[in-house]
Each structure stands twice: as structure tokens, then as C-alpha cells.
């Protein structure tokens, strides 16, 4: 019975509070079953648990939300099973401004939605860890256990499986945030937002009949205005039998940033996690970043398939240390079509097997569907699509895969440091050179490399 009183005790008052001061915001359901709804709530409650435990950021954040009515409701009718991110992942490892933007007043919906991801309306304990569960904001949460039996939510690894156990609940404590889809988004929009209305508008590209290229300086293009030469010959001189690729969505009065959208899907991949491989090298190379900006601002459209930290572990040294070999593994990896995990799983089901153009000419990367995703690559070489859409902006598209793909030819020969003469076509040969010669000058390896002179 003191337990009981003490739950009353407990919640009412924050609730209350919760409600009085916020009586005009968006409280997530209908105020008008509050009353009932705090009258039920049990004191061994696993939402008593959370709120009393050592989980305090969470739980300060769930109050902030103004979720604790949603709750509520929910132990009431079912179990729930909560993804609880420990204090430091909240305090030390969240990036400020990211932490900024989920407790501005505005931006409520996004905080409830990123808590309500860690959440599952059903009783999830560790000795019955299944495939994936939709969460309470209705986006799906991937749970996973490997061959070590070390359990996995989403891209956080379980720390402490089974931490609380209440009779309408569980709680297991995880290494980091998850940050669904949507909220990723939100703020991703809200940053571009920023970014594009400080970009003064300026006029059409223009083309210099002689060459065949963009005159230089570029100016940025509208975005939706189709660029001007396809992606190929933006790369490189000289005629070019490649598809344009397709314009990207958006209205003709906003212009576009492409070095600060490349910066921030390196963002976005940092703060995704299980993606630092690719954005160190991203990051690290610094001319295949702006190149990839470049071409972005001048109105063209990519999709990265972004090899997971996992995939990128299997590398060799030898594979990683051929001078160019980062970039020539990169190249094979950005496709010049804007791409969602929709289209291209659409495709590979419409039309069996499907070939993707790569900015590594003249190699393609085949597509077709396997076990519900879509798989790239061959045979021992593939990759399954197994982060959709991490970063979806219009312009460029980020998925994550868990392999490391290479063109057919090179699968068995390990990418001998093929060199960009061999593999890149003599006449688009010009600008991927220009760009892989500039960073091997850059770390003094151009002596390894033939084609540079
Ligand atoms: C929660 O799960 C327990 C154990 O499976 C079950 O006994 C209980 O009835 C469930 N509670 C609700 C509200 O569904
Ligand atoms: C990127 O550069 C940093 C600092 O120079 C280095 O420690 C790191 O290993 C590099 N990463 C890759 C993937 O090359």
C-alpha cells in the first residue's frame, strides 16, 4: 500500500506542473483521459522505475517531453520495453547542437518522437531478442544478437540487458542515443534551411562551346533546374555516352549549398554511428569531399553506398595503403542518380537485376533483390542495403551497406593500386586524374603513381 501512495505521489505532481505550464503546446493525446490515466499507474511500474533510476538524463528528457501522460496510457494497456541510453551518451557524446535543437520549444515534436524510438509497445527481455519491432513513434527499430551473443538496438549496443524488470515492462540500458529517421531529418531541414537562405541567387550555368565544360567559375544552379552536361562530363572532357543523371526535386527559388550538404551528411554519418570509417575518410580526403560539393552545387545528384565500420574493418592494409586506392574504393561507391532505399528496392523487384553507373567509370555495381533488401554486388563481394536512408536531402542520398564493394574484374586481384589510368576511360580520364593527382601531391605519394606526369 506505501508503494502504492508513493506512485501517486510521484508522478501527479509532474504531471500537473506538466500540464499548467503547458497548457497551450502540443501535448501528444487527449488531455482529457489524464485524470484516469494517473490513477491507474502503478508504483511498480516500470515508468516509476525509469523516472527513480539511475537513468536520469532519459528521465528528464521524457519529462521535457511532456511524455509521461503518453506513457502512462501505454503501461496501462500493454507491456513496454525501454531502450535507455546512458547518462554519458546524453551529457558527453551528443553533439551540442544537435542537443540545441531537440530542446528548443518548437522542436518538441522531434524530441518526443527521438524518445519515443526507444520505446517498444510490447514486453522485449534478452532471452527473446527478435528481428525488429516498430517503436512508439512508428518507426521500426532493428534488434539484433551476434554469433558472441552481444545484442544490439539499432546501431547502440546493449549494455545492460534486463537492467529493470517490472510487471508491465523492462528496461535495457544502451551505449548511445538512436536518432530515427525522422528526427535526423528535421534536423538536417533545419540546418539547410540556414544554410541555403544565406546563399545570394545568381544565374544559369553557361557552357564553353570549345570544351564542352562549364565555364569556371560554376555559379550554383536552382535547385530542380537540370544541370546543364551530365555528371561525366563534369568530371571529365570530352564527349560522354553516360545517362544524365536525374535532377533532384525542389523549387526554382532556393539555391543550393553543395559543400555544406556534403559537410552535413558527414554529419549525419558521425552522428548515426557505425559509420566513422567512412566519414574519417570523407573527412581525411578532403578534395574527393569537395569534388563531391562541387558537383552537388552545380546541380548534379548522388547516392553514397556507405560501407558500415564492420565492413570497413575487413579491409587490409594493403587494399587501404595503394596510393589512390581510398579514393578509387570511394568512386565505386557514389552513384550519379539520386536513389532511396524505395527506388532502388522498387527496382531490383520490378526488374530482377539492375545495373547502377558509378563515378569509378567505366564499372557499374549490379542490384537485385535478396531476402527482403536489396543486395549489391556479386557472390562473395556483395553488400546488403542495411541502413536505409540515412541521409536523404533531394540532392544526396546516403545508405548505409555491410560490405565493401569492388568491381567485378578486381574481385580475386585485390585493387593492385589499379591505377585511374586503367580504369577510368581515356577521354573522361581529365578531371578524375586532376583530382587524384592533387591528393596524392598532397601526401607526397605521386612518385608511386604513373599516371601523374
Ligand atoms: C505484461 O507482461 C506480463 C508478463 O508477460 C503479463 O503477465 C501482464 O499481463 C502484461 N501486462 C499487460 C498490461 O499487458
Ligand atoms: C584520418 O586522419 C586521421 C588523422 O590524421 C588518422 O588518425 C585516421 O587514421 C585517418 N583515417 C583514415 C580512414 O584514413
Not at 506505501?2 to 488531455?31: K, R, V, W
Not at 540487458?161 to 528526427?183: A, M, N, Q
Request: charged residues 20%.
Amino acid at each position: 500500500m506505501d508503494s502504492q501512495i508513493y506512485g501517486y505521489g510521484f508522478l501527479l505532481p509532474i504531471l500537473l506542473l506538466s500540464l499548467l505550464t503547458f497548457t497551450s503546446s502540443a501535448l501528444p493525446e487527449n488531455p482529457s483521459t489524464t485524470t484516469a490515466a494517473a490513477a491507474q499507474i502503478n508504483s511498480n511500474s516500470v515508468l516509476v522505475a525509469l523516472l527513480d533510476s539511475h537513468y536520469t538524463e532519459l528521465s528528464e528528457l521524457v519529462e521535457k517531453a511532456l511524455l509521461l501522460q503518453t506513457l502512462e496510457e501505454a503501461v496501462t494497456n500493454h507491456n513496454i520495453t525501454i531502450f535507455a541510453p546512458r547518462n554519458e551518451a546524453l551529457e558527453r557524446y551528443l553533439d551540442p547542437e544537435f542537443k540545441r535543437f531537440l530542446l528548443e520549444p518548437r522542436n518538441l515534436k522531434s524530441l518526443q518522437n527521438l524518445l519515443l524510438f526507444h520505446m517498444i509497445p510490447t514486453r522485449i527481455e534478452s532471452k527473446n531478442w527478435p528481428f525488429h519491432h516498430t517503436s512508439l513513434c512508428h518507426e521500426k527499430v532493428l534488434l539484433k544478437e551476434n554469433k558472441n551473443g552481444e545484442k544490439t538496438v539499432g546501431n547502440a549496443r546493449v549494455i545492460k540487458s534486463d537492467d529493470i524488470i517490472r510487471p508491465d515492462g523492462i528496461i535495457h540500458g544502451i551505449e548511445r542515443l538512436l536518432v530515427p529517421k525522422s528526427v535526423q531529418q528535421d534536423f538536417n531541414a533545419r540546418r539547410s534551411l540556414r544554410a541555403t537562405s544565406a546563399v545570394i541567387p545568381e544565374g544559369a550555368p553557361e557552357i564553353d562551346p570549345r570544351t564542352h565544360r562549364l565555364k569556371k567559375p560554376a555559379p550554383p544552379v536552382p535547385v530542380g533546374a537540370p544541370p546543364i552536361l551530365p555528371i561525366f562530363d563534369a568530371l571529365a572532357p570530352g564527349p560522354s555516352l553516360a545517362p544524365a543523371p536525374a535532377p533532384g526535386p525542389g523549387g526554382p527559388h532556393h539555391h543550393f549549398d553543395g559543400e555544406s550538404q556534403v559537410k552535413d551528411f558527414i554529419q549525419t554519418l558521425l552522428h548515426y554511428g557505425g559509420y566513422n570509417e567512412m566519414a574519417d575518410i570523407l573527412v581525411n580526403l578532403t578534395s574527393l569531399a569537395s569534388e563531391m560539393g562541387r558537383l552537388v552545387s552545380e546541380g548534379y545528384v548522388l547516392t553514397v553506398l556507405a560501407p558500415n565500420d564492420e565492413a570497413m574493418a575487413k579491409l587490409t592494409t594493403d587494399q587501404l595503403s595503394e596510393p589512390g586506392a581510398p579514393e578509387q574504393i570511394m568512386y565505386y561507391h557514389l552513384i550519379p542518380e539520386y536513389q532511396t532505399e524505395e527506388s532502388m528496392y522498387n527496382s531490383v523487384r520490378r526488374f530482377g537485376k539492375v545495373k547502377y553507373d558509378t563515378l569509378r567509370l567505366p564499372h557499374k555495381v549490379a542490384a537485385e533483390e535478396a531476402d527482403g533488401s536489396v543486395k549489391f554486388g556479386q557472390g562473395e563481394g556483395s553488400a546488403y542495403l542495411f541502413d536505409p536512408d540515412i541521409y536523404t536531402d533531394g540532392r544526396i542520398s546516403v545508405q548505409g551497406i555491410d560490405g565493401v564493394l569492388f568491381p567485378v574484374e578486381e574481385k580475386e586481384v585485390t585493387p593492385k593500386a589499379a591505377p585511374v589510368s586503367n580504369i577510368v576511360s581515356k577521354p573522361r580520364r581529365g578531371r578524375l586524374m586532376e583530382v587524384a593527382c592533387t591528393m596524392l601531391g598532397a601526401v607526397g605519394q605521386d612518385s608511386h603513381f604513373s599516371g601523374c606526369h
